[in-house]
């Protein structure tokens, strides 16, 4: 007998075999709003932003995008926000992109998962872990961070009906000043959940506002900040971490003038933000490079608009001097999107995730102290001798 | 005639069918349809071509008939194939009984 139907995940298999659609996979931001008002956010608004809600695309302009999404081969969808849970009408879409044959991936802080909500996600189930982020193990801790009175038990009962109804999800954090002495404590309770997986999801690195909305939030994002001695020994703590470092450094390409040199014109997983302009990438939101899906079509971002980004080269001759000669690229968070989020200028230099780079080189032995990667001309030669010597 | 090869199969509502790039992908919708609730599943060419019959009007004998007058494969190869891959698409609740 032979075997009709196979078993595929979306993670990692190689699916489509060289044929890949022209969409795989869909990001979309329902709001900017959140029930939560965490100081490190890049994104958040108030709940009550009655300006940006009325700005947010309308049911049917999300279904005409999803539809149009679906048609274009795209199997995988990312709802996020803000907290996508604030829409009323989450059901309604989350149904519609189900039904088109999508999988969620739905990113929430729990809090609004009602029974209706949870009932739902268990009968029509989304084919990929729900990601709640916790933000503490104690009311304390969590609303410090959150700045929501009552946030943290009613995360704690929209986390113990999924439990209940046994709707797979998985849990993530973030770690800062205020949940660092808990970070322990959620490592071990999270072990303890259903399904628990090694746990990935610890984000370190903050990212400034991806709209540059408020210079006293980026200012205090910037103290929220791990210093990057502290980073880089965090970093390097993890398994196998400091292997991979090297590696990446031991391939690096040589200089290049490229400004986005990660292939974000191909548009691997487009971000649809919450009033309609496509991104090309989650991060990626300096408003010259987004395209208006409320005039215009997936297909024509795709197929014009993206793929002229492959040739645009960085300008700034500063970058060229530095980022363009570092053998530690591929090491450091920095990207386009992040310089425009920190600079303004997408060819700008993010001081501080070079810093955090710098201070990994030194910790491997890349770089000797007061040395800097962009005066390196052996860097990839200095992380094959490291790899070779089993460091 | 085997009276299992007179019922009339269609696609389950609890299971989105779709055609992306030559690949058939077949999404549950509903929870419980596979082994776990996090995969998709394809069809191989054999399973192609009976799926594509299974049209909730066709009873698998015509299904067989219709794969033997298109394919050069003994009948009997053909009807096995035919119920094996209804047995196996019944199993996870994405054909239902047509009628």
């Known amino acids: 007998m032979e075997d009709f139907i196979s078993r595929r995940s979306l993670a990692g298999a190689a699916l489509w075999q060289g044929r890949a659609p022209r969409l795989r996979s869909l990001s979309i931001e329902l709001t900017e709003r959140c029930d939560n008002a965490c100081q490190h956010c890049y994104i958040n608004l108030p709940r009550e932003d009655a300006a940006a809600q009325q700005a947010e695309l309308s049911t049917e302009e999300w279904k005409r995008i999803l539809s149009e999404a679906a048609g274009l081969g795209c199997l995988g969808l990312r709802i996020t926000g803000g907290e996508p849970l604030l829409r009323e009408d989450f059901a309604d879409l989350y149904l519609h992109a189900r039904r088109l044959g999508l999988k ?4 929430t802080n729990a809090r609004n ?3 209706e909500i949870v009932d739902l996600l268990r009968r029509v189930p989304p084919l990929a872990k729900i990601q709640i982020t916790v933000y503490g193990m104690s009311a304390e801790t969590y609303e410090a961070v959150s700045c929501a009175p009552g946030s943290y038990e009613q995360f704690r009962q929209g986390l113990e009906r999924l439990l209940e109804a046994g709707v797979p999800f998985l849990v993530k954090s973030v770690e800062l000043p205020h949940n660092r002495h808990e970070m322990e404590a959620f490592h071990a309770w999270a072990a303890t959940l259903p399904g628990a997986e090694p746990l990935t999801g610890i984000t ?7 709209h540059r909305d408020s210079p006293a939030r980026m200012a205090l994002i910037e103290r929220l900040r791990m210093p990057p001695e502290e980073l880089a020994a965090k970093l390097l703590a993890e398994p196998v971490a400091g292997r991979d470092m090297l590696e990446l450094a031991s391939r690096w ?4 003038a490229a400004l986005l040199p990660c292939g974000a014109g191909g548009c691997a997983e487009p971000q649809v933000d919450a009033y309609g302009w496509l991104h090309a990438c989650t991060l990626l939101r300096a408003p010259e490079l987004a395209y208006n899906l409320r005039a215009g079509t997936l297909a024509d971002a795709l197929q014009r608009h993206f793929p ?8 700034n001759p500063l970058h060229q001097a530095r980022c363009g000669r570092c053998f530690l690229r591929d090491l450091c968070e920095s990207c386009a999107a992040k310089a425009w989020m920190e600079t303004g200028q997408l060819d700008g230099i993010v001081e501080y995730h070079c810093q955090v780079t710098h201070a990994i080189a030194r910790r491997l032995g890349l770089l000797a102290e007061e040395e ?3 005066e390196v001309t052996d860097g990839v030669e200095r992380a094959a001798q490291l790899l070779q010597e089993g460091r | 005639m085997n009276a299992e090869l007179e019922k009339v199969f269609a696609l389950s509502e609890d299971v989105v069918a779709r ?4 690949e058939l992908i077949l999404v549950p919708l509903a929870a419980g349809m596979g082994d776990a609730d996090d995969e998709l599943y394809t069809l191989n060419e ?5 799926w594509a019959l299974l049209d909730g009007k066709r009873s698998l004998a015509e299904v067989v008939g219709a794969l033997a007058a298109e394919y050069d494969a003994p009948a009997g190869e053909i009807k096995a194939d035919v119920q094996g891959l209804v047995a196996e698409l019944s199993r996870r609740k994405m054909l239902v009984e047509a009628g």
């Open chain 1, 113 to 115: 998962l009602t029974p």
């Open chain 1, 308 to 315: 002229r980004f492959g040739a645009m080269k960085n300008e």
């Open chain 2, 19 to 22: 055609e992306i790039e030559g």
């Open chain 1, 372 to 374: 800097y990667s962009w």
């Open chain 1, 204 to 210: 370190y690195q903050l990212d400034q506002r991806a």
């Open chain 1, 253 to 256: 390409g040589g200089s290049s």
């Open chain 1, 104 to 107: 969620v991936s739905l990113f």
């Open chain 2, 46 to 50: 054999t399973g192609r071509a009976i």
